[in-house]
C-alpha cells in the first residue's frame, strides 16, 4: 500500500472550528476507509477523532459520548437517539453540542502541548 497525502483534506481540518469538528466526526467512517487507502491525512485525523471520543483521556461526559456516537458516528437522527437513551431531542442536541466543544479542547490541548 501506498502512502498518500491528502493536502486538502489537511487544509480544511481545522480542530478548533465547530461546524469542520461536527462534519468529519460525521464522517468519521469515510476518513476510516481513506485511511485503509494509505491516506495518512485521513488516518491521524481519524485515530485524533477516535482518542478524542472515547479514550480514558477524553473531556467527554458517557451521555456526550453515547449522543456524539449515535448521532453523529452512527448518523441516527437525535429523536431516536432521544428514544435509546431516555432524554428529549432538545437535551440530546444539549450533550452532542457538549460533546463536539469537548472534542474540540481535547485535541486543542494536543495541539498545544
Known sequence: MSRVANYRL??????????IM????????ALKKQAGTGDMV????YIDL?????SGNSELSSKQRQAVHLN????????????IMGLTQRTVNHHVRKGIDG????????VEE
Open 10 to 19: 489537511l487544509e480544511n481540518a481545522d480542530y478548533s472550528d465547530f461546524n
Open 22 to 29: 461536527r462534519g468529519l466526526i460525521k464522517n468519521m467512517g
Open 42 to 45: 485521513a488516518l491521524s485525523i
Open 50 to 54: 477516535k482518542e478524542a471520543i472515547y
Open 72 to 83: 453523529l458516528v452512527h448518523g441516527i437522527p437525535q429523536e431516536d437517539v432521544g428514544e
Open 103 to 110: 472534542v474540540i479542547n481535547f485535541l486543542m490541548q494536543e
